[in-house]
């Protein structure tokens, strides 16, 4: 059975940063696309930032020199780190994975974690 599961939500002020993890079993997904996307109250899900089979990197305009995604093989694991918090980055994270193109679709992703929350301050 596959699972995603996220952690490292919390509450932060505003400048803050916080780390979010992704970690997989099942299966390995060093060979596929995974992605972190998130939803805000009353909120349509939306991209946060991607990273190919192949390790290219894709970013919502939001997040672009604030958030970092990474991800490591051997621990089947993959990262958000987020850097210079705003307050309108409050949402539930979810990490999602095995997209075969169109990264910035939810649509497009077979498995998702149940999110994490990140609350910003001001």
């Known amino acids: 059975q596959v699972q995603l599961v996220e952690s490292g939500g919390g509450l932060v002020q505003a400048g803050g940063s916080l780390r979010l993890s992704c970690a997989a079993s099942?299966?390995?997904?060093?060979?596929?696309?995974m992605g972190w996307f998130r939803q805000a109250p009353g909120k349509e899900r939306d991209f946060v930032a991607a990273?190919?089979?192949?390790?290219?990197?894709y970013y919502a305009d939001s997040v672009k020199g604030r958030f970092t995604i990474s991800r490591d093989n051997a621990k089947n694991t993959m990262y958000l780190q987020m850097n210079s918090l705003k307050p309108e980055d409050t949402a539930v994270y979810s990490c999602?994975?095995?997209?075969?193109?169109?990264?910035?679709?939810?649509?497009?992703?077979?498995?998702w974690g149940q999110g994490t929350q990140v609350t910003v301050s001001s």
């Open positions: 099942g299966r390995t997904f060093s060979s596929a696309a």
């Open positions: 990273i190919s089979y192949s390790g290219r990197l």
């Open positions: 999602a994975a095995e997209a075969s193109s169109n990264y910035n679709s939810p649509g497009r992703y077979r498995y």
